[in-house]
């Protein structure tokens, strides 16, 4: 059975800093693995898909990274700001079409 | 072009009513996805759909019905509600790609059940 873990569950840093959100899964075997953001009270937001054929994929100051042998995905922050703070979930689609998140990662920028 | 709509925004039931949540999308997706979203449990898969006219399990199904009469609606029903179910609901569809089916949420549903 596939399962979607994120550690640390939460997480501050002070603004401008870098920083990496880890996502790990036990199935190797799937379609791809996407990144939302959820603002509280809000839906989720997609940031990043990357495919199972790719390695990587970028936009703006996100990097998505996915490593499927390892089973493990990062989605590295650059230049942190007060507004990227959020819960950033992480899901991959397994090979029998079910969609699986992680817990996500409750994200602060301190100003 | 709205996305992913629900409807109701929130709703308060008694043990053992009945209620419809409605979904709706306007970007033509084949795919279309009930979510409960708990304290501690993340997003969990109720039922889900690949095209008008089908329904398959997801992860927690019991206690739901759902149906995709047409392409760009799908409702969730709760026959006997119960306090269990309160949560809050995500509807979300995706294009018929398993490859690149990134999802669109609709904003949820808010359930009390008392």
């Known amino acids: 059975k596939q399962e979607v873990t994120q550690i640390p569950a939460a997480l501050s840093v002070p603004e401008g800093e870098n920083l990496v959100l880890n996502c790990s899964f036990t199935d190797s075997a799937i379609y791809n693995l996407q990144w939302f953001r959820q603002d509280p009270g809000k839906g989720l937001t997609s940031l990043l898909l990357?495919?199972?054929?790719?390695r990587e994929q970028t936009s703006g100051r996100l990097n998505a990274s996915l490593d499927k042998s390892s089973g493990r995905s990062t989605l590295y922050i650059a230049a942190s700001q007060p507004g990227d703070s959020a819960t950033y979930l992480c899901a991959v689609t397994a090979r029998d079409d079910k969609i699986i998140f992680g817990k996500g990662t409750r994200l602060h920028i301190l100003p | 072009n709205a996305g992913v709509t629900q409807t109701p925004k929130f709703r308060v039931l008694k043990t053992g009513q009945s209620m419809t949540l409605l979904c709706a999308q306007d970007m033509n997706h084949e795919y279309m996805y009930w979510y409960r979203q708990d304290p501690g449990m993340g997003l969990r898969l109720i039922h889900y759909?690949?095209?008008?006219?089908?329904?398959a399990k997801g992860e927690v199904p019991d206690g739901y019905n759902v149906s995709r009469l047409k392409k760009q609606n799908f409702l969730l029903g709760l026959e006997s509600a119960a306090p269990s179910q309160t949560s809050v609901y995500f509807c979300?569809?995706?294009?018929?790609?398993?490859?690149?089916?990134?999802?669109?949420f609709g904003p949820g549903t808010r359930l009390t059940v008392l």
């Open positions: 759909s690949v095209g008008e006219g089908t329904t």
């Open positions: 990357i495919q199972s054929s790719q």
């Open positions: 979300a569809s995706s294009q018929w790609d398993l490859t690149y089916n990134e999802q669109f």
